[in-house]
C-alpha cells in the first residue's frame, strides 16, 4: 500500500533548478528601467508575493512593459537557463503509475509556472496546480494544501508537502499535514535543518526511495 494517497510539490528548487532564470529574469528588468542589479540575496528578500506583485512594486509607472519583458526573457531563456533535477521526471511518472494523485503549490504566479512545468514536460502529470495568483495569502497560507485536500477528500494523514524552504514547511504545518524538505538546491538549507521538517531529503534518489518503497 502507498505511503500517501497524493504529494504536493513546490516547483522551484525542488523540482527544478529554475533559481538563476529567475536572477536572471529580475536583474534583466531592473537593469533596463531602474538601472539597478540585485543579489541574489535580494531578491530571495523579494519572493513571498508572485512576480506580478514583486514587479509592480519595484517598477510603477512602467508595471505593463516590465512584466511583459519579464515573462519573455523567462521564457526565451528558459531552455538554456533551467531544468528538471535528475531522477525528477522517471519519479513524477512512477508515482502517477502508482495511482499517487499530484498537486502543486507554489507562490510563482500562474504564469511562470506553467511555462515551467510545460517546458520540462511534467505539466500534464499534475491534477492540480495551485499558484500564488489562484490563492488570496501566499505560502506560509495553507490555502493550497487545504484546495488539494477539499478537491479529492484527502485525508490530512496521507498527504505530504514536498518544498525547499521554511515557507513550505510553515504551510504543511499550517495545515495539519507531513512535510518533506529537500536540500539538493535549497537557498535557504540552513533555515530549513534548524526548523526541523518532518523529513529531510539530501538526493532525488533518496527521496523517491521514501515515496515509493
Known sequence: MNKFDGIIFDIDG???????????????????????????????GLFGPTENVIIKDLIKDHYSEAKKDYYDFYSENHNAMANLYS???DLIIKLKNNGILLSIYTGKGRESSEITLKETGIFDFFDLVVTG??????????DGITIFLDTFG????????????????KAARNA????????????AKEKVLEMGSDYNFHSVEDLADFLLK
Do not use: C
Request: glycine share 4%; hydrophobic share 35%.
Open 14 to 44: 525542488t523540482l527544478t533548478s529554475t533559481n538563476n532564470l529567475i536572477f536572471a529574469s529580475f536583474n534583466h528588468i531592473t537593469k533596463k528601467y531602474l538601472n539597478k542589479s540585485y543579489t541574489w540575496k535580494e531578491i530571495q
Open 176 to 187: 495539519g499535514i507531513k512535510s518533506a524538505s529537500v536540500l539538493w538546491d535549497s537557498y
Open 87 to 89: 531522477g525528477i521526471h
Open 133 to 142: 495568483d489562484d490563492i488570496p495569502d501566499h505560502k506560509p497560507s495553507p
Open 154 to 169: 484527502l485525508k490530512k494523514d496521507r498527504i505530504i508537502m514536498v518544498g525547499d524552504a521554511p515557507a513550505d514547511i
